[in-house]
């Protein structure tokens, strides 16, 4: 069984900075790569950023690329998303997940546990 728990999302304005981090219980964290993905009230989930174990190469979305930072602390079992110049469509109930499944990173699916979430707001 894991737990992931999420945290740091917050009510921030238009250009400004969040950090989210994710907790993960459960032995097998520092073998697994992690994602964050977000869903916007009226709008499918999306993905948004993912690690390999290792925390070598990283993966985007395209509308986060630059100014968004994915990195991972195994010694914490924590995952973390740094948020830079944040805009009001970045507004989004924020998740990490496990991937379990190979392929994609990009695909839901391939993840099997997930966080409750964290809101974040961004203002204009």
């Known amino acids: 069984q894991v737990q992931l728990v999420e945290s740091g999302g917050g009510l921030v304005q238009a250009g400004g900075s969040l950090n989210l981090a994710c907790v993960a219980s459960?032995?097998?964290?520092?073998?697994?790569?992690m994602g964050w993905f977000r869903r916007a009230p009226g709008k499918e989930r999306e993905f948004v950023a993912a690690?390999?174990?290792?925390?070598?190469?990283?993966y985007y979305a395209d509308s986060v690329k630059g100014r968004f930072t994915i990195s991972r602390d195994n010694a914490k079992n924590t995952v973390y998303l740094q948020m830079n110049s944040l805009k009001p469509e970045d507004t989004a109930a924020y998740y990490c997940?496990?991937?379990?499944?190979?392929?994609?990173?990009?695909?839901?699916?391939?993840?099997?546990?997930w966080g409750q979430g964290t809101q974040v707001t961004v203002s204009s």
């Open positions: 459960g032995r097998t964290f520092s073998t697994s790569a």
């Open positions: 690690i390999p174990w290792s925390g070598g190469a990283t």
């Open positions: 997940a496990r991937k379990y499944y190979s392929g994609s990173y990009y695909i839901p699916s391939n993840y099997d546990y």
